[in-house]
């Protein structure tokens, strides 16, 4: 079971970046997926999770207006669509995934059992 972060990288003020959440080894759809970032000095924030079979989805009011999670259940890849960012954004954002089917989301770290490696998020001012 692993799941693959990716789409970091460097933005300006205002830019859009995507960020992927790839699955081997298990299907997506039945778990509720969640999306965590964590700055330098800064405690690990919850930023947006999707339930079990696109149940619930929820969006920290950091990031509500700003992201979007989707899921693309052909390619077992759970999205973030980032727009308008924020240097505030700068972060590695983890993908994870927790074992259990869920409809109503949370982004409580402890529920979730399988944690994506990491993808840089930089946005410059």
């Known amino acids: 079971v692993q799941l693959q972060a990716s789409g970091g990288g460097l933005v300006q003020t205002g830019g859009s970046l995507r960020l992927s959440c790839a699955a081997s080894?298990?299907?997506?759809?039945?778990?509720?997926i969640g999306w965590f970032r964590q700055a330098p000095g800064k405690e690990r924030e919850g930023v947006s999770c999707i339930g079990s079979n696109d149940g619930s989805t929820f969006h920290a009011d950091s990031v509500k207006g700003r992201f979007t999670i989707s899921r693309d259940h052909a390619k077992n890849t759970v999205y973030l669509q980032m727009n308008s960012l924020k240097p505030e954004d700068t972060a590695v954002y983890y993908c994870?995934?927790?074992?259990?089917?869920?409809?109503?989301?949370?982004?409580?770290?402890?529920?979730?059992?399988?944690w994506g490696q990491g993808t840089q998020v930089t946005v410059s001012s």
């Open positions: 080894g298990f299907t997506l759809d039945y778990y509720a």
């Open positions: 994870a995934a927790e074992p259990r089917f869920v409809q109503f989301c949370a982004v409580v770290p402890e529920q979730y059992d399988y």
